[in-house]
């Protein structure tokens, strides 16, 4: 096995995996977030709850710029913060209610995309997709 082969096939697919994530939410979020704070509760509403710190690396955002966007997301009413009970320094944050149908909206939208993109996939091809993203 080629490694210098498969790291650029890891790129491309990295990259390819950027644009399909582009097309299927563009415009799927609300016109009263960012699209950063769009990323942030994508992220915490599939990880939640998660830690600001967590937030920050995977975004890849300051902790001040972090705080910052979580300040306005909680202003919105669109995120909770829970203090660990063992660690009262140690803030988890999940979506509100008013997040969680945000999210479940522009969810909705995203999957009626994918509907589509693999609406001519065969049974076997989309095990394949199953299994390839199993693995990754």
Not at 95 to 102: D, I, R, Y
Request: aromatic share 6%; proline share 3%.
């Amino acid at each position: 096995m080629d490694i210098n082969s498969l790291f650029y096939k890891l790129m491309s697919f990295t990259t390819s995996v950027h644009r399909v994530t582009h097309e299927l939410s563009k415009d799927s979020k609300s016109d009263s977030i960012t699209p950063v704070q769009y990323n942030i509760l994508e992220y915490i509403a599939v990880s939640q709850p998660v830690t600001p710190s967590e937030i920050s690396d995977c975004q890849y955002m300051s902790m001040p710029n972090t705080s910052r966007e979580l300040r306005k997301l909680s202003e919105k009413n669109l995120i909770e913060k829970i203090i660990d009970t063992e660690d009262r320094r140690k803030q988890y944050i999940r979506l509100s209610n008013n997040g969680e149908k945000m999210m479940k909206e522009a969810f909705v939208t995203i999957e009626s995309r994918f509907q589509n993109r693999i609406q001519n996939a065969s049974k076997k091809d989309l095990e394949d997709i199953e299994c390839a993203i199993d693995l990754l």
